[in-house]
């Protein structure tokens, strides 16, 4: 979809993968409490718009642990058993 985007509007695709994708301010304000993102309720229990690194730790945290329950492995009691 990304691909098709680019090809249909290449000045408004080029503008958004490298600037507003990636703006950690996109959301709006850090403390904002519409902003439910991890930075966001990080700057919300520090109480600053500029919340420290911590932010970044439990993106991590949060990957590390929830990866291996995003995913299916073969032979687990939670994968689904082929049709035949």
């Known amino acids: 979809m ?4 680019a090809v249909l509007l ?3 695709s080029f503008r ?3 600037g507003c994708a990636f703006d950690p301010d996109r959301s709006g304000s850090a ?6 993102s ?5 700057a919300r ?3 600053t718009p500029h919340p420290t690194p911590l932010w970044l730790a ?5 990957a590390l642990c929830g990866s291996p329950r995003s995913t ?3 032979g687990s009691p939670s994968s689904p058993r082929p049709p035949w």
């Open 2 to 5: 990304a691909l098709l985007t």
């Open 10 to 12: 290449p000045y408004d």
């Open 16 to 18: 958004y993968w490298t």
């Open 31 to 36: 403390v904002n409490i519409a902003n439910q």
């Open 38 to 42: 991890l930075r966001g309720v990080v």
């Open 45 to 47: 229990l520090q109480h």
């Open 58 to 62: 439990a993106a991590v945290a949060v």
């Open 72 to 74: 299916r492995w073969p």
